[in-house]
């Protein structure tokens, strides 16, 4: 199954195409953003600079996924002619007219170590501006984009640049652009062309698998000290209540009782403020089975490999999973004794809501600079850290995939993390909340909730840490950017970690009650 052509204004998934080419089939060159090197979140359009464009004009077909619209991709055509296997030898495609203003752009862009990034077949490429001199006086540009492109069969499975020609910038001078096309046969398999931007390296280095079996110690340990404390403490507290019950009322009353079996009565009331806690469980529910799913897709699919797909995977997860939100948060709002059931439904629909009325009404204006809208959903999905169980450096490396350069791939590791936290905030919650019990407050849900969703607190601080520390972004708008997109992703973090802590707390619960006599 060949290509198929499309309108230059399509809008369909980028999954449709098999990216397969016939002879001499044209093959798009796309510039994407140019940026500084050091500072990802600033980017602006390729054309910003005075770039010239080539001299072809129409392309044949277009396509633009659900994902690339929502994160503000906007890819623009650079004019030249490329068709598959046909080779191109160095040719001028057009000139800079090279005035003062012109000039002092391209020197700006030099002095911050600006590089563009295009794409061919979906496959990223990243070229430099230009360099100074070692005295810092004197800039020139490539001008020469030399491209080599590696076929395997009817695909394309590599792609290099190497930047050539360059040019000292002079004002009022003309400056040719040229590019070049060579085709060479590699043996790369297509479902393995992504690899090469991989960075297995930063990997290892940083987390071993040795992390991973550590944390997993940790978790045993864990769970097994408090499934000790709690057994032996539960023991004696259920030998204790066993004793009294065979006591005659008048010793019962002198005797001193105390303990969680004294708020029986009161342990499963409502709790206040039921239809709030009832729609944050339901979207912590819904959040932690979109991160579920699509941590397994990701495994299977390789979502990393299609420029949007991991966020357009996010969002119809999100939108088929929204039963779950109405199961959870509408039954336990109705064993709660709510009677408010429109507005529960209100509260429900605008936590499905809430990521669209959130990028409308808070992240519009910052994006008016940034041209590259960074996924919301991305880091709902893709950052399940825990504060008890691990390494520093997976943090370090989450931040900078989502941050940074870095391409996030293994999702595998992700999945283990994802069940360490879970089981982490379980134990936790239920100490937290034995303890409450045992001094006979009954208050157990939201403290429940709030000690699982502490952990976001942890998060933000950590996004502290790594902005000063390990970014270069400056500005109103940069610090607003990063600031409120970590506000919003340990928001849902929070309120994920604390419906899997009150769920887990809720059938241990059930479980020591079920085991006392009451009276």
Request: net charge neutral; charged share 20%; glycine share 6%.
């Amino acid at each position: 199954i060949g290509r198929i052509p499309q309108a230059c204004d399509g809008n369909l998934m980028t999954a449709l195409f098999l990216l397969q080419y016939t002879d001499k089939e044209e093959v798009v060159l796309w510039m994407n953003t140019v940026g500084p090197y050091h500072n990802r979140q600033e980017t602006y359009k390729y054309f910003s600079l005075p770039f010239c464009v080539g001299t072809k004009k129409t392309i044949s077909h277009y396509h633009e996924t659900l994902g690339e619209a929502l994160q503000g991709v906007e890819l623009e055509f650079s004019g030249l002619n490329i068709k598959f296997k046909e080779e191109v030898m160095q040719t001028t495609y057009c000139d800079i007219e090279l005035d003062k203003p012109k000039r002092d752009a391209f020197v700006y862009a030099i002095k911050n170590h600006y590089w563009y990034q295009m794409y061919i077949d979906d496959l990223p490429i990243w070229g430099i501006v230009g360099e100074a001199d070692e005295n810092g006086e004197d800039y020139y540009l490539w001008t020469y984009k030399k491209l080599e492109i590696g076929q395997n069969g009817n695909r394309i499975v590599d792609v290099n640049l190497t930047s050539e020609g360059k040019v000292k910038l002079v004002p009022n001078t003309r400056i040719p652009m040229s590019y070049s096309v060579k085709w060479k046969k590699s043996d790369v398999k297509f479902e393995d062309r992504f690899d090469k931007y991989l960075d297995p390296s930063f990997f290892q280095h940083r987390i071993h698998w040795f992390s991973i079996f550590n944390s997993f110690m940790m978790v045993i340990f864990l769970v097994g000290l408090v499934s000790m404390i709690l057994m032996r403490t539960l023991r004696k507290d259920y030998a204790r209540y066993s004793k009294e019950e065979e006591m005659d009322d008048m010793d019962r009353d002198l005797g001193d009782e105390y303990g969680w079996k004294q708020v029986h009565g009161d342990v499963f009331r409502p709790s206040s403020h039921p239809l709030i806690f009832s729609s944050l469980i339901g979207s912590g529910c819904q959040i932690f089975s979109v991160s579920l799913i699509v941590i397994i897709l990701a495994m299977i699919e390789d979502l990393y490999t299609e420029r949007g797909s991991m966020l357009s995977t996010a969002i119809f997860v999100y939108a088929a999973t929204s039963p779950v939100n109405g199961y959870f948060g509408g039954s336990l709002y109705a064993k709660q004794g709510g009677m408010q059931t429109n507005m529960c439904n209100i509260y429900q629909l605008l936590s499905k809501k809430r990521p669209s009325l959130t990028c409308i009404c808070y992240f519009g204006p910052l994006n008016l600079v940034e041209n590259t809208l960074v996924s919301l959903f991305t880091p709902l999905i893709c950052i399940p850290i825990t504060k008890n169980c691990l390494t520093s450096s997976f943090r370090y490396f989450i931040f900078t995939s989502f941050w940074a350069y870095k391409i996030y791939y293994v999702y595998g590791f992700m999945m283990l993390v994802l069940v360490i936290l879970c089981i982490v905030t379980v134990c936790v919650t239920i100490v937290c909340t034995y303890f409450l019990l045992n001094a006979e407050d009954y208050r157990w849900q939201w403290t429940s909730f709030l000690s699982a969703a502490s952990t976001a607190v942890y998060v933000y601080m950590y996004s502290f840490y790594y902005y000063f520390f390990k970014t270069k972004m400056y500005g109103l708008f940069q610090t607003s950017f990063y600031f409120g997109y970590m506000a919003v992703f340990s928001t849902a973090l929070g309120i994920m970690c604390g419906a899997v802590g009150y769920m887990g707390t809720s059938a241990f619960v059930r479980k020591i009650y079920t085991n006392v006599k009451i009276d």
